[in-house]
């Protein structure tokens, strides 16, 4: 298929799925309440059971770490101005999810914007997505740097290290500052550190420090976990857009660069439907809420787009480097073989 087939098409698409993104307080209402309020009482759960039952602790922190993820999906909305229609109700129900995810709210969506606006693009890999070198990129490399590239590619540096970083650096200084947004990047980042670590402090003075903090941190990296990995199967996938600026295209990159994690029913449930992610990159207007039924009713939106399941996205561990001869996604293993009989 031809990217300007895929270019049509997702233009066809734009006119049936303006209907999806209208909003509707009883079903945000109705999120925050089956999001918030579960959260808080497995949270309180983990609390005493750090006392107790380590096995039931670590089990409780799992599933919490899914309520975060469905949190963060609220918040995630509201900073692509859709959830709610009232700005003044968005903007506040994104800065009391950015409390419990500790991702800050304006610095976070500003930063996701852009990368809905540039996906693909190679110029700017590394902002919203695990940054990938091309092929060329990496012959042209000295053997130290291949071998950073190659520890940083780890699985378990990317999913496991990784998200520690993230949360510790790029979430709490402004990194990625974007054209006029220095001030509102600067002071949504030190917001969110003063109101989270305050808050978390003042917990460890009323109750016992150790099982706040070990509540608190468990279910925030296992949360960072998820979301790291759902990024990266979104967007890793073999058959993949990557683009220079010169010929990327923005539609074409929502449906092709952006993959359909089909899911069971409860895990998209606690995901927020994230899973849907091509039409979510495709109008992100749409409210989570409405994703499934926009893709029941109309399956032909998948046409182009890589559909993909739990099992099957774990391969996607193995793709390292970008191939823009062949415009797929390959492993270090495809690498050597093909650099072997390239020479």
């Not at 996701?112 to 990129?137: C, P, Q, S, Y």
């Not at 193995?318 to 650099?339: S, V």
């Amino acid at each position: 298929m031809s990217d300007i087939e895929i270019k049509a098409f997702a233009k066809e698409m734009m006119a049936t799925l303006q209907k999806y993104k209208q909003t509707s307080y009883t079903k945000a209402i109705w999120q925050i309440c089956n999001s918030m309020i579960p959260f808080v009482a497995i949270w309180i759960a983990m609390y005493w059971a750090f006392s107790y039952n380590l096995f039931l602790f670590f089990g409780l922190g799992i599933v919490n770490a899914f309520f975060l993820v469905r949190i963060f999906i609220i918040q995630h909305d509201c900073g692509h101005h859709s959830f709610v229609k009232s700005k003044k109700w968005r903007n506040a129900i994104g800065f009391v999810c950015s409390i419990f995810s500790a991702m800050p709210y304006e610095y976070w969506a500003d930063a996701h914007a852009f990368h809905h606006n540039h996906n693909g693009k190679l110029e700017t890999r590394d902002i919203g997505d695990i940054n990938t070198l091309t092929v060329k990129e990496y012959q042209e490399m000295g053997t130290w740097d291949r071998v950073k590239y190659q520890i940083f590619r780890f699985p378990i540096v990317t999913f496991m290290i990784g998200p520690i970083i993230y949360f510790i650096r790029n979430m709490r200084l402004p990194l990625v500052v974007l054209e006029n947004k220095k001030s509102r990047a600067f002071w949504s980042v030190m917001i969110n550190n003063v109101v989270v670590i305050g808050g978390v402090v003042a917990l460890c003075m009323i109750f016992n420090w150790q099982a706040i903090l070990a509540t608190y941190l468990t279910v925030l990296y296992l949360f960072s976990i998820i979301a790291i990995w759902f990024f990266f199967v979104q967007h890793q996938h073999e058959d993949g857009y990557k683009r220079w600026e010169n010929d990327w295209d923005h539609f074409v990159s929502a449906v092709k660069g952006s993959t359909y994690y089909k899911l069971p029913g409860l895990v998209n449930w606690l995901t927020g439907n994230i899973g849907v992610h091509h039409i979510h990159h495709l109008y992100s207007a749409i409210p989570n809420y409405n994703l499934v039924k926009c893709i029941k009713e109309n399956p032909e939106f998948s046409k182009y787009t890589t559909i993909v399941t739990f099992w099957e996205s774990l391969k996607y561990m193995n793709h390292k480097l970008w191939d823009e001869d062949a415009q797929r996604m390959i492993t270090f293993g495809e690498y050597k073989k093909l650099y072997k009989m390239a020479a």
